[in-house]
T-cell receptor
């Protein structure tokens, strides 16, 4: 599975959009981009995933560049409860099912 | 639905003692996983199961054993606890090779 690179930390103001970048320059054609988050000491929570098209759900939007070497997770209106560590994970569909968690991005939403 | 539950929430062991962590899910998921998370790090896969009666090793299996006698339960055993096994343990389940749902975690301290 391809490795990912994320900034160590970011912050944004409450009510504004939070844009979290992820680089995955060695991604293969059969690998998905997954985003999970972990709110302080809780179990990770699934947010969204995609292959090559942009995706949107009730939590967030995922923008994947045309060459698939990077992506951005967008939280459109960040709240204080979105303060968490966000993990970008690249995973093959036919892999051994494991998620490889890096260090993630620590997002702080400021009041 | 309770989702994924873990028992106990917190435990203190002495070096050499044994214990079993229980994970239960009520979503009829085929796949279940055990991860550990050390301070400031991402999760690492210990063992996983792709169905009742089957188990497989993950990234860091040494010192742990698992069993999946019933579809809804996945047990993680420590036969002889060591201080290096002090960690937070997360269980997860998934319907297939896709989104994983995590439990709240078990904090283990080995003295």
């Amino acid at each position: 599975d391809a490795k990912t690179t994320q900034p160590t930390s970011m912050d944004c103001a409450e009510g504004r959009a939070a844009n979290l970048p992820c680089n995955h320059s060695t991604i293969s054609g059969n690998e998905y981009v997954y985003w999970y988050r972990q709110i302080h000491s809780q179990g990770p929570q699934y947010i969204i995933h995609g292959l090559k098209n942009n995706e949107t759900n009730e939590m967030a939007s995922l923008i994947i560049t045309e060459d698939r070497k990077s992506s951005t997770l967008i939280l459109p209106h960040a709240t204080l409860r979105d303060t968490a560590v966000y993990y970008c994970i690249v995973k093959r569909v036919d892999s051994s099912y494991k998620l490889i968690f890096g260090s993630g991005t620590r997002l702080l939403v400021r009041p | 639905n309770a989702g994924v539950t873990q028992t106990p929430k917190f435990r203190v062991l002495k070096t050499g003692q044994s214990m079993t962590l229980l994970c239960a899910q009520d979503m009829n998921h085929e796949y279940m996983y055990w991860y550990r998370q050390d301070p400031g790090m991402g999760l690492r896969l210990i063992h996983y199961s792709v169905g009742e009666g089957t188990t497989a090793k993950g990234e860091v299996p040494d010192g742990y054993n698992v069993s999946r006698l019933k579809k809804q339960n996945f047990l993680l055993g420590l036969e002889s606890a060591a201080p290096s096994q002090t960690s937070v343990y997360f269980c997860a389940s998934s319907p297939g090779d896709e989104t994983q749902y995590f439990g709240p975690g078990t904090r283990l301290l080995v003295l």
